[in-house]
């Protein structure tokens, strides 16, 4: 089981723990996502700078 596999299971078991009610599904998947990206930071296979951009030479 890699980083991404783990971050998504964490992310999901954190989202079940925290939620309740009519909006569990939503909260789930958003920290599910979230847990996916951090997996991927942490494996190599996603590089923040390239998503945020390294900023502006002029």
């Known amino acids: 089981m890699n980083a ?3 971050g998504i299971l964490a992310g999901l078991i954190l989202g079940l723990a925290a939620t ?3 909006t ?3 909260v ?3 920290v599910g ?3 996916m990206v951090v997996g ?3 494996d190599g296979e996603l590089d923040l700078g ?3 951009g390294k ?3 002029k």
Request: net charge neutral; proline share 0%; glycine share 12%.
């Open 4 to 6: 991404t596999q783990t």
């Open 55 to 57: 900023g502006r030479d």
């Open 20 to 22: 309740q009610g009519f």
């Open 33 to 35: 996502v979230i847990g």
């Open 24 to 26: 569990a599904f939503l």
């Open 28 to 30: 789930t998947l958003a």
């Open 40 to 42: 991927r930071v942490l």
């Open 50 to 52: 390239d998503v945020f």
